[in-house]
């Protein structure tokens, strides 16, 4: 069982930036692909990036690319998603995913979720 908690979510002005956070309980953090999703009111869950165990490999959809860079660091069990130029479309709840897989933006591939965490982008 790998349990997630997110942080870092809050209300921001168009442009502006925020990083979230993950902090995963596993001491096995190391050997999962981390994704981030978003889903805001009235809508799908939709993919927003992913980063494979090294860190080495990440995967973005053409919404975000360019705008939200993902990272990890291993020896503290986190996962960041750093948003820059922020839109009133990024409003929405942030998950954060854990995958014994790859980098993919498959919900399906991703067996632990964490809570959410609400980003607010007022225009």
């Known amino acids: 069982q790998v349990l997630l908690v997110e942080s870092g979510g809050g209300l921001v002005q168009a442009g502006d930036s925020l990083r979230l956070s993950c902090t995963a309980s596993a001491r096995t953090f190391s050997w999962y692909t981390m994704g981030w999703f978003r889903q805001a009111p009235g809508k799908e869950r939709e993919f927003v990036a992913a980063?494979?165990?090294?860190?080495?490999?990440?995967n973005y959809p053409d919404s975000v690319k360019g705008r939200f860079t993902i990272s990890r660091d291993n020896a503290k069990n986190t996962v960041y998603l750093q948003m820059n130029s922020l839109k009133p479309e990024d409003t929405a709840v942030y998950y954060c995913a854990a995958s014994e897989g790859i980098a993919t933006p498959i919900m399906s591939s991703y067996r632990y979720w964490g809570q959410g965490t609400q980003v607010t982008v007022s225009s």
């Open positions: 980063i494979n165990w090294s860190g080495g490999g990440t």
